[in-house]
Structures are given as structure tokens and as C-alpha cells.
């Protein structure tokens, strides 16, 4: 069974640019999450998706959104881009998304300048 | 609000030697447990997970322990080997929450 793949692995963005990372889930898995990591903030929430519906957000400003698709693939976007938005953007997924293990991709690193 | 700490930010242990890597939580409610080990480069990676009801669990040189009364949690790991290096992280979630409160990670270094 594949793992969860994000792409792409790698980004640099300028200041006031947009971008969209993309997660596709183990296969089955309907939960979609996102996290941002950060030397200084650790591993921080942004938001779950689950059937095509934001069911839980973090504490990020309205620049970050995303969405869900109905194979489960999930997007996530970043406007206006800041420097502070650099980061390793983590999506993790889950069977159903409460109580059990979540199962994390590699990561999208996104430097911004 | 519910927060997830540990209280050793670097470790370094010797090859062989056994690892104690903890976890202060603040919320009571809390039911699920997991730690998660992450290597450079790469995404964090399940190491083993405890629910409220269970006070230890063992996987394959691994132990979690669990203790609700002063809401701590410990991975131990038995005879370290080099390529357990990596950052730890325990994570909590309970009934309520749709997602991990991560804690902000423990830096394990296995010296030679």
C-alpha cells in the first residue's frame, strides 16, 4: 500500500506569491490533515479534511486555506506569501481521523524569499 | 488551553544504553496517545501509540508508559542504536478534538 505522498518536495516562492501543495492519502483514508513545522513553532495545525468538508482548523490566518476532493486528495494554498511562511508543510492521513494513528508524508519544504 | 511539553529538549545517550525520552500534557481529557519519530528530511514516523485505558504498551524495543495521575508519558527504548537519532514527539488528541496536539519535540543524539 503506497504511503502518503505530497508534492512537491520542494518550493520557492517570492514574497506576495501564492502556492498550492498537494497530498494524496493512503489509500482508504478519508482524513486529510495539515501541519506546519517550524524551528521555532514545532509542528503546528492547520486544518483536517474529511469527505470533502473542513471539519477542525487551527490557528492561521485566512491566507492558508485548502480543500478536499472526492478521491480524498487534499490541497492546500498559501496567498500573499510572507517569509515567515517558510516552513516543512506536513499532510497526514487516517482511516477516519479520530483515535487512531495518523501517517504522515515527507513533506513539502517552502522557502520563501 | 490543552498544551503538549517535554521537558528534555536534546538527549544524548550512549550506544547500547537504554533511552528515556518524556512528555508533560495538560489535558485531562486527553485519551490518545502517540509517538512519533522524525529523521532529517523526512515526515514523522509512528513509533507506537497508548489510549487512556492502558497504563503501558510495548512494541519491538520500545515502551510507552502512561501515567494519567500526573498526565506524563515516556517511550522508552531499549539497547539505542545509531539510527534511532532523530526528534521524538508525543502527540495527543482526545474525544473532542479532530486533531494531534504535538509536543515541540526531543532531539535524540545515539553516541558511538
Known amino acids: 500500500k503506497a504511503g502518503v505522498t505530497q508534492t512537491p518536495r520542494y518550493l520557492i516562492k517570492t514574497r506576495g506569491q501564492q502556492v498550492t501543495l498537494s497530498c494524496s492519502p493512503i489509500?482508504?483514508?478519508?482524513?486529510v490533515s495539515w501541519y506546519q513545522q517550524t524551528p521555532g513553532q514545532g509542528l503546528q495545525f492547520l486544518f483536517e479534511y474529511f469527505s470533502e468538508t473542513q471539519r477542525n482548523k487551527g490557528n492561521f490566518p485566512g491566507r492558508f486555506s485548502g480543500r478536499q476532493f472526492s478521491n480524498s486528495r487534499s490541497e492546500m494554498n498559501v496567498s500573499t506569501l510572507e517569509l515567515g511562511d517558510s516552513a516543512l508543510y506536513l499532510c497526514?492521513?487516517?482511516?477516519?481521523?479520530?483515535?487512531?494513528?495518523?501517517?504522515f508524508g515527507q513533506g513539502t519544504r517552502l522557502t520563501v524569499v | 488551553g490543552e498544551s503538549v511539553g517535554l521537558h528534555l529538549p536534546t538527549l544524548s545517550v550512549q550506544e547500547g544504553d537504554n533511552s528515556i525520552i518524556n512528555c508533560a500534557y495538560s489535558n485531562s481529557a486527553s485519551d490518545y496517545f502517540i509517538w512519533y519519530k522524525q529523521e532529517s528530511g523526512k515526515g514523522p514516523q509512528f513509533i507506537i501509540d497508548i489510549r487512556s485505558n492502558m497504563d503501558k504498551r510495548q512494541g519491538q524495543r520500545v515502551t510507552v508508559l502512561l501515567n494519567k495521575t500526573v498526565k506524563h508519558l515516556s517511550l522508552q527504548i531499549a539497547a539505542t542504536q545509531p539510527g534511532d537519532s532523530a526528534v521524538y514527539f508525543c502527540a495527543e488528541k482526545d474525544n473532542y478534538g479532530q486533531n494531534f496536539v504535538f509536543g515541540p519535540g526531543t532531539r535524540l543524539s545515539v553516541l558511538p
Open positions: 497526514a492521513s487516517t482511516w477516519r481521523g479520530q483515535g487512531t494513528e495518523a501517517f
Open positions: 489509500s482508504g483514508h478519508r482524513s
